[in-house]
């Protein structure tokens, strides 16, 4: 059965930095696409960043480029997601997701339905 489970979310002020886990259990992620989607109350969920796991390359949003950074642990079968300088339109549910998918095709900003495996999410809140 496969699992994504996250972790590391909390409450933090603006300013403040925070780094989300995903442990993968039953897959390896080898040729997969792994990525974090983001929803945030009354919003559509949103991708984040995603990295290829064989090559270490990554595509992150614009909004979060040069405060985010998508990064993974092999040994652990584990993707992190640092977040500095964090805002508080940053607040949102933080989902883990992975697909397997051809090393031709493209890194970019995946839509949800792009996906095959979902964690459950980690909320994320930044006060003001």
């Known amino acids: 059965q496969v699992q994504l489970v996250e972790s590391g979310g909390g409450l933090v002020q603006a300013g403040d930095s925070l780094r989300l886990s995903c442990a993968a259990s039953?897959?390896?992620?080898?040729?997969?696409?792994v990525g974090w989607f983001r929803q945030a109350p009354g919003k559509e969920r949103e991708f984040v960043a995603v990295?290829?796991?064989?090559?270490?390359?990554?595509y992150l949003q614009d909004s979060v480029k040069g405060r985010f950074t998508i990064s993974r642990d092999n040994a652990k079968n584990t993707v992190y997601l640092q977040m500095n300088s964090l805002k508080p339109e940053d607040t949102a549910v933080y989902y883990c997701a992975a697909v397997f998918l051809p090393s031709s095709r493209p890194l970019g900003a995946f839509a949800p339905g792009d996906m095959a495996y979902w964690g459950k999410g980690a909320l994320v809140t930044v006060s003001s």
């Open positions: 990295m290829r796991w064989r090559t270490a390359g990554t």
């Open positions: 039953g897959l390896t992620f080898g040729s997969a696409v």
